[in-house]
């Protein structure tokens, strides 16, 4: 089985379980709590019952319409002030529902309104996310060279360390902020800042919703929603580090089959043994495939073994990186991103096979991170085998 | 100032922009609804106080307990059913809210849940959705060579249609089932499904909110979350193939990696092959060369059309400069086709397999595109 294909499947089944440990662990932590909760209710309701003479349909109507004042009881959330501040919670996807428009026209216009605000925002927050990454950088390597530090790289583990820190500083600042001016705990804003910046947005917990701030402190208003946006970066710069490559390594490794695919469809022209390293019912779309014309052996006979070779090589992988982030965060991972593409074994034995004369430019350390003259390798080969010349693509770690 | 900074100030003003307009067309669309409402139950409740005789205090205690007892109408949240759907709301980032924690423990276990699983489900779904446009791009090269089609290779806007076309159908498949199992109209329910695909998730439409259905009705659930679940992929496939190109179009790096990567730039003639040279001379240089003229065609083409793929097959050997596109020099793309190209009409001691490469030229655009 392709590498993507194994990498897609780990990642649902991974995803599943998640889903499943975390049901478990949030039914044991709140089911007592709501059972008890809910019980205290009754109770207080079937007093109020018979305090008041209600019947149950009497009460539901009530209840309709407390339910119904809920936002109204906020203030008035659809002034200027409101709007914007619900605009925001669409095309970040927030998404509070602390209000959301009832008329028809109102929900038709917030479709549109977030099919094109939605990508517009996520490619702005990425944006500037990789602009304040880079500054960042370069402060560091500034201070790092001030400092005389022998080593005056920034290394990938440098960014991450500092990404950490400034997230949860965001979260810290916003959270004594709103701590103060919505009188919650420090927990309870710090639970809001998080759920805001995730863009999760539950909407227990909403800032401008007490003591009409909207309308009567616009200064509050003002700090709320740069603070919201400003987070959004924070948090985006630091996905934009440590994230987004992964996102595309699916497509990376698709290009990397298909390059070796038409290597191997040339060499197979030159008549040379070739051992066709790509599933034959693989649903790439590249033409050329294996059958360059030459003899293809064993491609059938080997898929089995190639399957296995796939997975093992993707262990390896997920190995190997843990070790570069442990041993080599001293290593200058600037431009080069070790985790994204150990070459495949099989293919490795192919172009042994022929005896090629690629360089091995990595077997020095065994670590695929020591990229000291190899920089520009954004395939990083297991340390097995060699690395094609025209592969060696300038990626740049802010990806 | 480079062009990603101006890129980005662009970028920073349309959002800017863009806010402020939606909050005059909601304002505008809504404001007087909001303010007739408010006036018409705040009657109703006057009218209603004074039937039942309430004083303030009283309506305070009915106010809270009704709304303490909002998140309990739908049945029991947080057996394994509600939690499922509650953990699929946190780690998509959906986040309706109709049932949220209440225990610190349990927020503080949400916080850290949040953290692990919101990247993970990011991954997975990017990666699937690319298996799922590399699979649809293979399904459709094949039935062009079914129908005997001139040109069988699968350009970008194939793509989008079908990618587009995915997308509606998932609305509207979902519109119907929700509008029929909840009892909401089909624009409520094309509104419900909208708004939960695209994670914003109100939480004012939810499923599986009324008659206790976690409970009683297990095929019905086991619907909902399969529906959330595919849809999301659906979406995601969707940006995968339209969206994560911007996302990571990188540093132009000429000026801070001059800096930084100082040695880097260095050593690259130290480097084996030309091609490499040539790769990193053509990649800054061509970037350089025209920036105001890029900067237009970013503009157009963000506005646009997506259409750079087939005009890269055009533009693939002209190196100097007849492709204007800053999204695609810095690309990944590019790179791979630039040294390709070099070696092909530069160097010939070019290793054969870049000269392979060459030869199957059509092999990256077709590949490329759900990058």
């Known amino acids: 089985m392709k590498r993507q294909n ?48 209600l019947s149950t349909d009497e009460f539901d109507e009530l209840e309709k319409v407390v339910l119904q004042l809920k936002s109204h009881k906020a203030g008035v959330q659809w002034e200027f ?26 929900k038709a216009f917030c479709m549109l309104y977030a099919l094109l605000g939605i990508p517009l925002t996520l490619v702005m927050f990425q944006s500037v996310g990789e602009r304040i990454n880079t500054f960042v950088r370069l402060l560091l390597h500034r201070l790092k060279k001030c400092l005389g530090m022998r080593r005056t790289e920034v290394s990938m583990v440098n960014m991450v360390i500092i990404g950490c820190t400034s997230c949860m500083s965001t979260l810290c600042v916003g959270a004594l902020a709103f701590s ?34 909207l309308q009567n402190k616009p200064e509050y208003v003002a700090f709320s929603f740069i603070y919201i946006l400003t987070g959004l970066a924070v948090i985006g710069a630091f996905l934009n580090l440590a994230v987004l490559r992964f996102m595309t390594m699916n497509a990376e490794d698709e ?43 064993g491609s059938s006979g080997g898929a089995a073994s190639r399957g296995l070779r796939n997975v093992y090589a993707e262990v390896l992988h997920f190995q190997s990186m843990c070790s ?23 293919t490795s034995d192919t172009y042994m096979e022929q005896g090629e004369a690629f360089s091995n430019p990595l077997h020095s350390n065994g670590c695929m991170c020591s990229l000291q003259h190899h920089s520009g390798i954004s395939s990083v080969s297991t340390g097995l085998h060699s690395v094609n010349s025209y592969r060696r693509l300038k990626r740049r770690s802010s990806i | 100032m480079n062009t990603q900074n101006i890129r980005t100030l662009i970028l920073i003003l349309s959002i800017v922009f863009y806010l402020l307009i939606g909050a005059a067309v909601f304002d505008a669309l809504e404001s007087k609804s909001e303010s007739s ?13 004074k039937k039942y005789g309430f004083m303030e205090d009283d309506y305070g205690d009915i106010e809270r307990v009704v709304l303490l007892s909002e998140p309990h109408r739908g049945g029991r949240q947080w057996k394994f059913a509600g939690s499922f759907y509650f953990a699929t709301t946190v780690i998509t980032t959906i986040g309706y809210g109709h049932a949220v924690p209440r225990t610190d423990a349990g927020k503080a276990f949400c916080m850290f849940y949040a953290v692990l699983g919101i990247p993970l489900t990011l991954v997975m779904f990017q990666s699937l959705g690319e298996r799922i446009n590399t699979f649809v791009r293979y399904l459709l090269r094949r039935t062009k060579q079914c129908l005997g089609l001139r040109k069988k290779e699968v350009s970008m806007g194939n793509m989008v249609l079908v990618g587009l076309f995915s ?30 695909l695209t994670t914003i998730g109100f939480g004012d439409f939810v499923a599986l909110k009324e008659g206790d259905a976690l409970k009683n009705r297990p095929p019905y659930v086991a619907f909902c979350f399969m529906y959330i679940l595919v849809g999301l992929t659906v979406i995601g496939a969707f940006l995968n193939l339209v969206v994560l190109r911007f996302l990571t179009v990188s540093s132009d790096g000429s000026d801070v990696r001059a800096e930084v990567g100082g040695e880097e730039q260095g050593s690259q003639p130290n480097d084996m092959q030309g091609e490499r040279r040539t790769l990193d001379a053509a990649g800054p240089e061509a970037e350089r060369r025209s920036e105001p003229s890029r900067l237009g065609a970013f503009i157009s083409r963000v506005c646009c059309g997506l259409d750079e793929y087939r005009s890269n097959s055009h533009g693939l050997y002209d190196q100097t400069g007849g ?26 001691q070019a290793s054969p397999c870049v000269l392979a490469f060459c030869q199957g030229k059509n092999n990256p655009h077709i590949r490329r595109n759900s990058l």
């Not at chain 1, 499943?20 to 109770?43: N, P, Y």
């Not at chain 1, 570069?324 to 099989?346: A, F, G, H, V």
């Not at chain 2, 609305?171 to 939960?196: K, M, P």
């Open chain 1, 255 to 297: 290009k990397r089959d298909a390059e070796q695919r038409a290597l191997l469809a040339h060499n197979g022209q030159a008549g040379g043994h070739i051992n066709c390293s790509v599933d034959p019912v693989s649903p790439s779309s590249s033409p050329s495939g294996c059958g360059g014309g030459s003899a293809v052996g």
């Open chain 1, 6 to 53: 194994v990498r897609t499947l780990a990642l649902i089944i991974c995803t599943f379980t998640y889903l499943i440990v975390g049901a478990a662990i949030f039914d044991v932590l709140e089911s007592l709590e709501e059972t008890s909760q809910r019980q205290q209710l009754d109770l207080k309701k079937k007093e109020l019952l018979h305090t008041f003479n």
């Open chain 2, 323 to 348: 492709h204007n596109n800053p999204v695609f020099y810095s690309s990944i793309s590019y790179r791979l086709d630039n040294v390709c190209c070099s070696s092909c009409t530069v160097s010939s």
């Open chain 2, 167 to 196: 997308c509606m159908s998932t609305l509207c498949i979902g519109a119907a089932a929700f509008s029929h199992f909840e009892n909401w109209t089909f624009f409520n329910a094309c509104y419900y499904c909208f708004i939960t």
């Open chain 2, 37 to 49: 409402r408010q006036r018409a139950l705040e009657q109703k409740l006057k009218e209603l106080q």
């Open chain 1, 180 to 213: 103060q001016f919505e009188g919650w705990s420090f927990f309870h804003a710090y639970y809001y800042c998080f759920i805001t910046l995730t863009t999760i947005g539950f909407g227990d917990y909403v800032a401008l919703q007490s003591e009409q701030a």
């Open chain 1, 81 to 106: 002030a409101g709007s914007f501040y619900f605009a925001i919670t669409v095309i970040t996807t927030i998404g509070y529902g602390h209000a959301a428009p009832s008329t028809d026209g109102g």
């Open chain 1, 324 to 346: 570069c982030l442990w041993y080599k965060s001293r290593e200058k991972l600037q431009y080069s991103i070790p985790m994204i593409i150990p070459r495949d074994l099989s």
